[in-house]
C-alpha cells in the first residue's frame, strides 16, 4: 500500500511539472511568434517603400537587399520549402534605424500639418468672433437708427427714406474702408518692394542675417504679436463698453421721451381742470348775485308787507319759504361743485410739480451718467 501511495504521488509531480513546462513553451513560443510578426510588418513597409523611392527615382533600381535575396533564393532552391530564413544583425539594425527615421519625418510632417490647421482654426475663430461684432454693432445701429423712430402712425410701416439712407451711410463706410484698405495694401506692396531691394542688396554684399540675429527678430516678433492681441482685447473691450453706453443712452433717452409726453398731457390736464374751476366760479358768483337779489327782494317785500295793513295770503308764505328752500339748495350744491373743483385743481397742480421735478432729473442724470461711467 506504501508503495502504491508513492508511485501515484510520483505521478502526479511528474503531471503537474510537465503541465508547468508546456504552459513555459506557450508562453515562449507566443512571445517569439509576436516578434516575428513585428519584424515581418517591420520589413514589408520598408521593402514596400524603398520600392516606391526606387520607382521614382529611375524607374529600374530594385530596393537594398532584394537582389541579394533574390541570389540567396535561386542558391537555396534545393532546399525544403517552410525553411526558416534569417536576415543578419546588422541588416536588421539598418532597417530598424530606417523606419525609425520615417517614423520620426512622419511624426514631425504630422506635427507641422497639426500646427498649420490649428493655426488656420484658430484664425477662422478670431475671424468669426470679430464678424459676430460686427454684426451685433450693425444691428445695434439698425435698431438706433430706423427701429427707434417708430413706424408710420398713418401705415403701421417703417418708412423707405430711414431704412435706405442707413444703407447708403453704410455703404459709404465700406468704400472708405475699401480706399483705405486699398492705399494701406499699396504702401505694404512699396514696403515688400523695399525689404526685397534691401536684402538682395545684402545678399550681393555678403551681409547675411546670423541665426542669433534670426532669435531676436523672433522674439521682438512675439512680443509685438502680445502687444497686438493685447491691444485688441483693449480695443474689444472698450467696444463692448461703448455697445452697453448706447444701448443704456438710448434707453434713457426713451424714458426721457416717456416723460415728456406725461408732462404734456398733465399740462393739458392742468389746463382743463383749470378751466373748469373758472367755470364754476363764474356760476358761483352769478348764484351768489341772485341770492343777493332774492334777499333783496324778500327784504323789499317784508317792508311791503309791515308797511301795508293788508296781512300776506298763507299760500304766499308757503310759496316763499319754497323757494328759499330750493334756492338754499342750489347753494350748497354749488357750494359742493366749487370745493371739488378746487380740490381737482390742486391735485392737478401737485402731479404737474412732480412730473417737472421727474424730468428735471431724468435730464439731469443723463447729463452726467456717460462721463461718469
Known sequence: ?????????????MDSSSSDIAKED????????????????????????????????????EPPFTASSKKRATN????????????????????????????????????????????NFKAMIKETEMRITEIKKEAYEFKRVVLAKGADKSTGKFRAEYVIKYYDDKIKQKDALV???????????????????QLKNKDHSGESLSPIDFYQLEIENKSFSQKIEEKNKALLKL?????????????KRNLLQKLLEDSVELKKAIVAAEQREQKLKEEY???????????????????AQTVSSDMPQIQDYVNQKDTEFELKKKIRQWETKCQLAANAARRAKAEAARASQRTRASASSNKGGPLRS
Open 1 to 13: 500500500r506504501n508503495y502504491k501511495t508513492r508511485t501515484r504521488f510520483d505521478s502526479n509531480n
Open 26 to 61: 506557450i508562453a515562449r513560443y507566443m512571445w517569439e511568434n509576436e516578434i516575428l510578426v513585428r519584424e515581418n510588418a517591420t520589413l514589408e513597409s520598408f521593402l514596400q517603400r524603398e520600392k516606391e523611392t526606387s520607382l521614382k527615382e529611375d524607374g529600374t533600381n
Open 76 to 119: 537555396k532552391a534545393g532546399r525544403r520549402k517552410g525553411e526558416k530564413i534569417n536576415l543578419p544583425l546588422d541588416k536588421k539594425i539598418y532597417i530598424a534605424e530606417k523606419e525609425i527615421r520615417h517614423r520620426k519625418q512622419q511624426l514631425a510632417d504630422m506635427e507641422e500639418d497639426f500646427q498649420k490647421e490649428s493655426i
Open 179 to 197: 480706399e483705405k484698405l486699398e492705399a494701406k495694401n499699396v504702401l505694404l506692396q512699396k514696403e515688400i518692394t523695399k525689404m526685397e531691394r
Open 239 to 251: 467696444k463692448v463698453s461703448t455697445a452697453k453706453l448706447g444701448q443704456n443712452l438710448t434707453e
Open 285 to 303: 358768483k352769478k348764484i351768489e348775485d341772485l341770492v343777493a337779489r332774492n334777499k333783496r327782494s324778500c327784504n323789499k317785500l317784508k317792508l
